[in-house]
C-alpha cells in the first residue's frame, strides 16, 4: 500500500489543482479565444524543458532516483522514476494556475482602485 502514496499524492494534488483552476477559470478553464489549449500547450512546454533536465542530469550523474517505500519503483528511463513525470507535470501547471491566480488578482485590485480613483473625483 505505501508503494503508491507519492504517486497518490502527486496525482490527487493535480487533480485539485485542476478543479480550481476549472472553478476560477485561471488556464485550462479559460476558454475565450481559444486560451485553454495555449495553457495547454505551455504545461507541455514546462514539462518537455524539464524532462530534458532531468535526463541531462542523469546523464552527467547529478540525479538519481530516490529509494523509498513510497514510491512505485517504475522507471520510465534508469534513474528517472514515473513521480517525476508526474511531478515535473504538476510543477508546470501549478506555475500557470499560480499566475492566473495572479493576473486576476492584479485585475481586481485595478479596478477596484480605479473606481476609487473615480469617486474621489467626483467629490
Known sequence: MTAIL?????????VCMGLLDHRFRLV???TPRGRAWRGAV?????????????LAAIAFGHYGAGRTTAMT???VAPELPIEE????????????VLRGLIV????RIRVT?????GREMGQ
Not at 513525470?85 to 500557470?96: A, G, K, M
Not at 486576476?104 to 485585475?107: C, F, I, K, P, V
Not at 482602485?113 to 480613483?117: A, I, K, L, R, V
Open 73 to 75: 519503483g517504475i522507471m
Open 104 to 107: 486576476r488578482t492584479a485585475q
Open 28 to 30: 485550462l478553464g479559460h
Open 42 to 54: 505551455t504545461v507541455l512546454i514546462g514539462v518537455v524543458f524539464f524532462l530534458i533536465w532531468d
Open 6 to 14: 507519492y504517486l497518490a499524492a502527486l496525482l490527487v494534488s493535480t
Open 85 to 96: 513525470i508526474v511531478f515535473i507535470t504538476f510543477l508546470s501547471y501549478l506555475t500557470l
Open 113 to 117: 482602485q480605479s473606481h476609487e480613483d
